[in-house]
């Protein structure tokens, strides 16, 4: 079993749809990352979160320690949200999820 | 753009050969972490180097290795290349010496084809 599990594995939404993406993990951690992966393969960092909530425009990350799981919500979903979003955890060193592959269609 | 820079974006070699890929870090980073991303294994963390000193290994294979520079850049060296070793190198940058805190820069990273 992965240290690091995403769900779903693909999504596809149409614009203007709320996007729900999930992370579990079975880890201790300090932190936990939300990566953006786009076509062309560079990796943005969305995220780090250690509790709580975080907010960054459209994104909201959530983190619920006690249940060791993670989500990412996409308000108002656009085709340009059209990546892969990767969890990641820092157990201490980086544990990636598999990915989430969204689709946003117009 | 992130502030971590990346050679080559591209590389394609033959196997049993060897190449070197090269990371700046951010401005001001001192930690330098490499990363590889196949098809079949995903994203993996290799090694980690703070401030020129090696601070925390991976899954890296012995025929790769890395170093950082007095200038705070890296190299990652990868030898008697594999088919298999064909993957997305990534680098990222932060500022702190452990992995418990502080935000991770990445790179564009490189694309290394083996054939």
């Known amino acids: 079993k992965n240290e690091v599990e995403q769900s779903p594995q693909n999504l596809t939404a149409q614009e203007g749809e709320f996007i729900t993406i999930n992370c579990s993990y079975s880890v201790g951690i300090s932190a936990l990352h939300w990566l953006q992966q786009h076509p062309g393969g560079g990796i943005v960092s969305l995220f780090m979160?250690?509790?709580g909530k975080k907010k960054h425009g459209r994104l909201i990350a959530t983190i619920n320690i006690q249940e060791k799981h993670s989500s990412l919500h996409i308000t108002a979903s656009h085709p340009r949200d059209s990546a892969v979003y990767i969890c990641?955890?820092?157990?201490?060193?980086?544990?990636f999820g598999t990915g989430t592959r969204l689709q946003v269609f117009p | 753009d992130s502030g971590v820079t990346q050679t080559p974006k591209h590389l394609i070699t033959a196997t049993g050969q060897r190449v070197t890929l090269r990371c700046s870090p951010r401005?001001?980073?001192?930690?330098v972490y490499w990363y590889q991303q196949s098809l079949d294994q995903g994203l993996q963390f290799l090694i980690q180097?703070?401030?020129?000193?090696?601070?925390a290994k991976g899954n890296i294979l012995e025929r790769f290795s890395a170093q950082q520079f007095p200038d705070l850049h890296s190299e990652l060296n990868l030898s008697s290349l594999e088919l298999g070793d064909s993957a997305l190198y990534f680098c990222?940058?932060?500022?702190?010496?452990?992995?418990?805190?502080?935000?991770?820069?990445f790179g564009e990273g490189s694309r290394l084809t083996v054939l």
């Open positions: 990222a940058s932060s500022v702190n010496r452990d992995s418990y805190t502080g935000e991770l820069f």
């Open positions: 979160l250690s509790s």
């Open positions: 180097y703070y401030n020129g000193e090696e601070r």
């Open positions: 401005s001001g980073d001192l930690s």
């Open positions: 990641a955890v820092r157990s201490p060193k980086l544990i």
